[in-house]
Nanobody, 117 residues
Framework: QAQLVESGGGSVQPGGSLRLSCLAS????????MNWYRQAPGKERELVAT????????HYVDSVKGRFTIYRDNARNTLYLKMDSLKPEDTAVYFC??????????WGEGTQVTVSS
């Protein structure tokens, strides 16, 4: 059974930093691209960042470019999202996600990030 478990969320002041982690199991982590999504209250879920299988290609939504960094450690089956210069509008539940070549999609349960003074 595939599983994605996020951790590292919390409450920070504007300008602060957090690092999210996503531990994957039950599927071939190193053979799949991975994504971070977020969902703020009352808003639709939004794709934040994507990373290729070996980490040589990344993409970000415009609102986080230059502030967030997605990376992965395939030896540890772990995906990361380093978030710097956090803003109140980054407040959301952050989800780890992957879609296999079979079309099956997996989601973690999410980790809350709150940016407030």
């Amino acid at each position: 059974q595939a599983q994605l478990v996020e951790s590292g969320g919390g409450s920070v002041q504007p300008g602060g930093s957090l690092r999210l982690s996503c531990l994957a199991s039950g599927f071939a982590f190193s053979l799949n691209s991975m994504n971070w999504y977020r969902q703020a209250p009352g808003k639709e879920r939004e794709l934040v960042a994507t990373i290729s299988r070996i980490g040589d290609s990344t993409h970000y939504v415009d609102s986080v470019k230059g502030r967030f960094t997605i990376y992965r450690d395939n030896a540890r089956n772990t995906l990361y999202l380093k978030m710097d210069s956090l803003k109140p509008e980054d407040t959301a539940v952050y989800f780890c996600n992957t879609r296999l070549t079979t079309g099956t999609e997996y989601w973690g349960e999410g980790t809350q990030v709150t940016v407030s003074s």
